[in-house]
Structure formats: C-alpha cells, structure tokens
Nanobody
Framework: QVQLVESGGGLVQAGGSLRLSCAAS????????MGWFRQAPGQEREFVAS????????FYSNSVKGRFTISRDNAKNTVLLQMSDLQPEDTAVYYCAAVAPWSDTRLYSVRYMRTGTYGDWGQGTQVTVSS
C-alpha cells in the first residue's frame, strides 16, 4: 500500500499559477506510475496528468496540455504538478493517485486515464480559480 498526501492547493485568480505536491510513503517502489485527478462538484473524477516511475513518461489530458507540467523526484518520493494559466474551469479538488500493483502495466499507455488503474489515493487538495 502507498500513502499519499497532497499539498499546495489554494485560491488563485484566473491566469495565475499553483504548484501541487504529492508526498508518497510506503511501498512506493511497487507503483508503476503516479498521477493527478480532479473532481469538481457534481462531476465525475477526471484524469489530469501522470508520470511513470522508471522512465518518466508523461501523460496529460487535452484540457491541461500545454498549461500543466507533471514531474517526479523518485529519491524524495514526490510528484509535482505545476499549473499555469489557471482558469475557473480548473476549480476542483485535486487528488494524487498511485497505480495499483495488480494493474497490467503493459496496457498503461491506453488505460492511464481510468480511475480503476490506480489503487491508492490521497485525500485531495482544493484548487479554486476566481474569474
């Protein structure tokens, strides 16, 4: 099991930036990749970005591509999400997630957006973007 703790959320004006951090502990070496999801009120949880542990491949949703950057520091077991040019539609609770050990990593490149691919989740951090 992997324990995940997010930080860095807050209130920002449209066009501003925030950096989210996810600190992982536990069996982090068994997690093929880590990602960020977000959930706005009344909406389903949606994929934002992810990064593989071994080779640093990154994946982004179309809605954030070019504005958000995901990175990781394996030595510190930390994953960062740098968010720029934030817009009101980015308002949501942002969750960090780790790929479940039972996931077939050979299929990750086509399943990375599915919540079911991830087995451990953080508690979330609120991001609010005002217009």
């Amino acid at each position: 099991q992997v324990q995940l703790v997010e930080s860095g959320g807050g209130l920002v004006q449209a066009g501003g930036s925030l950096r989210l951090s996810c600190a992982a502990s536990g069996r982090t070496s068994s997690s093929y990749a880590m990602g960020w999801f977000r959930q706005a009120p009344g909406q389903e949880r949606e994929f934002v970005a992810s990064i593989t542990r071994s080779d640093g491949r990154t994946f982004y949703s179309n809605s954030v591509k070019g504005r958000f950057t995901i990175s990781r520091d394996n030595a510190k077991n930390t994953v960062l999400l740098q968010m720029s040019d934030l817009q009101p539609e980015d308002t949501a609770v942002y969750y960090c997630a780790a790929v479940a050990p039972w996931s077939d990593t050979r299929l990750y490149s086509v399943r990375y957006m599915r919540t079911g691919t991830y087995g451990d989740w953080g508690q979330g951090t609120q991001v609010t973007v005002s217009s």
